[in-house]
């Protein structure tokens, strides 16, 4: 990939401030200002980073027409309408290439690998080494099931979806199309539920449900999704879940939810549509959230959220700014707490 | 699986109100309003789900004798003294078929796999393909290894027990009877321990123990158990495990404990029988913590507890009723300075 | 491994009181006073263990100079400087002769494995069966790859190297020499990154980045380290991670920093040398920390931090005294608010 600066400004409808016959040949960071920049072409989005496109060495920077620089710049700029989504699309161009040669070579059965008789398998796969399907099991067209992979018995995967390196799928669960599942994701596994006894033991309770992923859902690596007592554990269409959560048996998901990394969702939970939940947030069991509620990182909810379009915060939450405003006070509790004191003094 | 109202209460030492004729062939969810319930049999345990019990289209629901109903029901009732482990009953019933026929298929030892000339297996055990099972190591009998497992060198698998796809066991561990792994566990792991160098750089401390789970233990999918420096991290018989939950090197479990998802339990860390651990709970290392304690989800401990069958709640821990009066303050903090400053103003 | 006292306190540098002549045989626990400890020894250097050593049936304790016994002690004392380096090095020497037996046997390449034609093996190595090697990867000298890992295409691992079974390691990723990557492990999987849609739904931002682990890193099972949008996702030399932890992508993290389990680390922050976290910290993206900083298990962090060498605690972190202080009045807010109410009743 090598462009003039002219020819990435064409290609971005954006305009050159500079030298528009430098060639750029890689994609680069606006904070790496120590390496080897000859060539690289980076952006600035987030104002953190301003500092750095003082001082970057890069050919070019591509910055939003927003943007008035506080000094000079050395490098040459290609102004755009949004640097942001200007550069996912360098970075969308950039992949369509690299992706294609790197998939190419994805295609086909590799030995050994275990695949039922039983089951069926769409045109155009790939079923890396040491892959295994089991019977009943129907794989789509185009989809790419990776070395070491697990799929049970009486699975469905839809067309085009990916299958990364040992994820393990349990019997009867149903993944959509045009989904990924990255590398060591389980889904299906029995959910955690055990009757207590008399003697302080406790029985399994069966579980005998499935795992259903709609079309265009992400799983990040390492993430668990347990299998339903009864009926299904849902996640909607376009619901993106990051490594290393939890989702419980007969949790349901809506659609085009976030769900950032480590968070935990226990059994019978239902998030809404269009949700976004930060880094290590707690949902307890047999909650409720109305669509579009954001939880701010480590939050813990154990009531129901029935106002849409809220932003929450804390363990338990409050509303977004109702905690930030106790917590100041929080800082402030030991001179609160003297305040207090001498006033009861003059008493 | 098809029964008359009338067989199922019978089954169940229930009675039927309305049409006992009526067949039911699937068990239903009573939140599930809009799927076709015809054939269905749901039951109502949890408060929070009874306003279903008045929409709901299935063809019967079981009840408890206590239940009072506040508006007029369509559906048929099964009135049985505890609608809960009725309906755990009817699970069992229905896992006893299911599971009977799933497993009957998971018996003998598939191609290819790994499996030491020196190590010895059961009777009427199962081994996955690209299963691998080390030198000197024991399988009991009925045991089932599925594909991708990795037990390592002179591990013990007592009888029964199920390993599911992908986990892996390190040398020396020892896993009791009737235990359960879910898919991705690590038994058996290096315990987390570095001595710091005058450097600056850290050295790692041999960790030269195992892992040992007594019988009836269940683990769930992608937890990890870290093997002891020296000595053994152990996990009592009857305990229950998660997912995703980490026990670190030296940790021992008692009996009956139940630890939900995504605990983090620091090395050395003692934790007594007929504990529960809410998800996310973290336990720093060289705890003690007394029979029958009970952590709402979140919580931090960094101190012994005592007392047993306590509750606790926050990080760092209170006792659970202390903790929400205090919180309940903490939510009014902004008000409170305010009249703090109002007394001042008053001076 | 069998030595009279008198050779172990030799080997020790230290001094024994009582009798030199008695033989032990094996590494022991100090709180581990019911099983048989002929032929134990132990050492006590947590203060917390102190009761033990009055109790212990070991053999020998080894204990520091500076310990003053407050009570009788039956067991014979090895009295060296520093108890805990004395017994690591007890643990190195008998670690020393057990591993090397134990890796012994991990020579070779065990069958069936996949090894790409086009793959660079270096000297001495261990391929265990299931493993799998792409193409233009290059293993080191001395590496050890356990069954059931999948290393990518393009990837590089350093000279004795140790990747445990079922570790994944997606294409393009560099392992440095000397690493350990504990079993389940997952290097590269795509950094999550959407850009939201105008109708709701999320693109993938294409992650064309890699990671990077430099040498002597220590990775914990089921860690999940995210390959950069652009450029690296960076781990120093010397930095040890422990289980269930997630490293987002574009994050860098200094040289020997200590992370505990499962603590959360968001895309493209950035954390120092010798830093310290806790367990299930949580750090929000594009976040600094400056060197030598230290957090209490579950901090949660969302601001730079530029002094180096402070301790945290708290969601989000205050400094670690400060939030101590305001947190023992927050246990005391239902006792302050009832004063500030006793007050406005007098006014």
């Known amino acids: 990939m090598k462009f003039t600066l002219q020819q990435l400004a064409g290609l971005l409808n954006g305009r050159v401030e500079g030298d528009d016959t430098k060639i750029v040949d890689k994609l680069g960071k606006i904070d790496e200002t120590t390496l080897d920049q000859e060539g690289a072409v980076c952006f600035l989005a987030n104002p953190k980073y301003e500092s750095f496109i003082y001082q970057t ?45 790197y998939f190419a070579k994805k295609i086909g059965i590799e030995n050994p690998s275990f695949v039922s008789p039983k089951a069926q398998l769409g045109e155009n796969i790939y079923v890396g080494a040491f892959a295994y399907i089991g019977e009943n099991t129907k794989i789509g067209k185009n989809v790419k099931i990776y070395p070491q992979s697990y799929i049970g018995e009486n699975v469905e995967i839809g067309d085009n979806s990916i299958i990364y390196a040992g994820v393990k799928i349990y019997q009867d669960c149903k993944i959509g199309q045009n989904c990924t599942l990255h590398a060591g994701v389980v889904i299906g596994a ?17 579980q005998l449900g499935n795992v259903i992923l709609e079309d265009n859902v992400n799983i990040g690596a390492n993430t668990t999704i347990d299998r339903a007592t009864i009926g299904a554990t849902i996640i909607g269409k376009g619901t993106k879940i990051d490594n290393l959560v939890q989702v419980g048996h007969n949790v349901e998901i809506g659609k085009n939810t976030v769900i950032a990394s480590q968070v935990g969702i226990a059994g019978s939970a239902k998030i809404g549509d269009n949700c976004m939940l930060g880094g290590q947030v707690g949902i307890s069991g047999h909650i409720s959230i109305a669509n579009g509620s954001k939880f701010a990182g480590q939050s813990g909810l154990n009531n129901n959220i029935t106002t849409p379009n809220k932003s929450w915060f804390g363990s338990p939450v409050l509303e977004y700014k109702e905690f930030l405003k ?9 001179d609160l707490k003297k305040r207090v004191e001498d006033l009861e003094k003059k008493e």
Chains 1, 2, 3 share one sequence.
């Open 57 to 101: 060495k890069a050919t070019a920077v591509i910055v939003s027409e927003t943007f008035v620089p506080k000094h000079p710049i050395s490098s040459n700029l290609i102004w755009v309408k949004d640097a942001y989504s200007a550069f996912t699309t360098l970075l969308e161009q950039y992949e369509a290439i690299t992706k294609a040669q």
């Open 326 to 334: 106790s917590y100041v006070i929080f800082k402030q509790l030991p």
């Open 190 to 206: 029995e959910g955690f539920g055990f009757a207590p006894q008399p003697d302080g033991s406790y029985k399994n309770i069966p």
